[in-house]
């Protein structure tokens, strides 16, 4: 027999969307990264994730105990931000450094302001701010890709790889390399290592098409919106290419920005963030186009060359702000004054 089915008044929810679930995807779009990273450095790779994930899930487990609140490592939040912050540290970190690194991850950056949902910054990037401004020459230190140095995989007793280190494409980036016809020699050496991940750099940032394929599947899933990551890439592509405009000696080809560093691993899965990010599309747009501006503004015009970490949480805490300037209708409109 047919039941009763009873309709309340508009609006409807139409695809109803848990914090695990939203989670979980985020974790399968993470897949292809997980396995480029295991591809190119090899178990010292995958382990160095997985010391964040248990990290990062045992802070969040102690804070909730201090604060005599219920568990909360259900919703996943926790394994998503250990996951996040191992991809964006480089394969031969010490271990001990990354568990540091994950604790001020989830224990300042998430559980001090309340936990999931309160926080101001993204966690993964607190913790790995945290990495850079302490051990600065440990976040520096690049070890090429295993495809590239088989003595990779092995991994000492004192948790550091056995191989040799080399410059990462944005390091390269920083210096015109030019041969005697005055061709860019990085872009003709470079550009089919970084969207292929056989390059240095963070074990998540190297493969341009792990991060596509990731970033693809949450845009299929609806879990992240299209707003910021078309506008965080945009972005960066007119800085960089006004940049090589004017001069082409001394700055790199447009696309090779792109596809270098933490600009498509960090606009799908970073910049993306709900708790951290605006909530209006209007917002989502200028929120990316910050992101997209200063992360080329560091990478061209200051020494260091990644700014996607600082730019991320220059813009999280103008989202509070960019929230107040683009305000959300309600439904059925704005209410009539008088």
Known sequence: MPQDITVSFAPH??????????????????????????????????????????????????SNVIRRKPGSLWDLSAVVTGVILGLSLPPALPFWT???????????????????????????MVGRAFLTVSF???????????????????VGPDNLVDARTQATPLGWSKIAIKDENGADIYNERQFLSTVTGNIPGSLGETSAIAA?????????????DLHIPVAVLLSAFVFAGIAYLVNSDAYVQPFYHLASGALLFGAFFIATDPVTAPLTRRGMWLFGLGVGTLTLLIRIVGKYPEGFMFAVLVM???TPLIDRLFRRVPVGGKPRVG
């Open 13 to 62: 929810i139409r695809r109803p969307l848990s914090t695990q679930r939203a989670m979980l995807d985020v974790l399968i779009g993470l897949i292809p990264l997980l396995v480029a990273a295991g591809i190119y450095f090899r178990l010292r790779g995958l382990l160095l994730i997985g010391v964040c994930v248990v990290w990062c899930a045992a802070a969040e487990w102690v």
């Open 98 to 124: 990354a568990a540091i690194g994950s604790v001020i991850a989830v224990g300042v950056g998430k559980m001090a302001f309340g936990g999931l949902g309160a926080n101001v910054f993204n966690p993964a």
């Open 136 to 154: 600065g020459m440990l976040m520096t230190t690049w070890t090429v890709p295993a495809t590239m140095d088989p003595n990779l995989p092995q």
């Open 212 to 224: 596509l394929l990731g970033g693809a599947y949450l845009l299929i899933r609806r879990t992240i």
């Open 316 to 318: 999280n805490g103008l």
